[in-house]
């Protein structure tokens, strides 16, 4: 059963806004939110984590409503450079009872020009 | 981004032939991972350390052997290899292997298996 749901692919022109949506029904209590970012033939690079409400930083804005079985990743005013894969991840517990990440198939934003 | 390093970048191997993978972490971390990209397909994370423990084995083929003889390095031997293991392999190294921990990924080998 998967951890978490996004949209496989989004398109966006430039300077526009883009709010990409993970579903995560089954988020356990302790589970944090994180967001991951990754241009093609490099390691995906940290952008955003948060627990409830909303977080902000220099890249990107994050909105989890209370019952947090969704989160929403803010791009304000995207650039061609933000052509990348979105992961959205939640944790898990593998059987050794260490906390694991699982990287989904992502969400692929292209921005136009 | 230098904090985790991989060796080599690009790697061309026959079936018959072994190899190793190298990762280097610069950052402190007591976790390292191994992750598979193939092409179009999600990261499968194959294998993670925890202060030299090996604490994830993803199902992963005996042909691909992990080491880590300590925290700051991580080798992935590989032996045998199918041209079906084609891809981009990534190291990654956190603090713990813990979901909070934000993982840093070095930049990737391109393997390719003829």
């Known amino acids: 059963l998967a951890k978490t749901t996004q949209p496989i692919s989004m398109d966006s022109y430039e300077g526009q806004e883009v709010n990409i949506t993970c579903s995560h029904n089954?988020?356990?209590?302790?589970?944090?939110i994180t967001w991951y970012q990754q241009f093609p033939s490099q390691g995906p690079r940290f952008i955003i984590q948060?627990?409830?409400t909303k977080v902000t930083n220099e890249v990107a804005s994050l909105f989890i409503p209370a019952d947090r079985k969704s989160s929403t990743l803010s791009l304000p005013r995207v650039s061609l450079s933000d052509t990348a894969v979105y992961y959205c991840l939640v944790g898990d517990i593998n059987s050794g009872g260490y906390q694991k990440v699982t990287f989904g198939i992502g969400t692929k934003l292209q921005v136009i020009p | 981004e230098t904090g985790v390093t991989q060796t080599p970048r690009h790697l061309v191997m026959g079936m018959t032939n072994k190899k190793s993978l190298k990762c280097e972490q610069h950052?402190?971390?007591?976790?390292m991972y191994w992750y598979k990209q193939s092409a179009k397909k999600p990261l499968e994370l194959m294998f993670v350390y925890n202060f030299k423990e090996q604490t994830e084995n993803n199902s992963v083929p005996s042909r691909f052997s992990p080491e880590c003889p300590n925290s700051s390095h991580l080798f992935l031997h590989l032996h045998t290899l199918q041209p079906e293991d084609s891809a981009l392999y990534l190291c990654a190294s956190s603090q713990v292997s813990s979901a909070t921990d934000t993982q840093y990924f070095g930049p990737g080998t391109r393997l390719t298996v003829l």
């Open positions: 950052l402190g971390h007591n976790a």
């Open positions: 948060g627990y409830k």
């Open positions: 089954n988020i356990a209590t302790n589970d944090y």
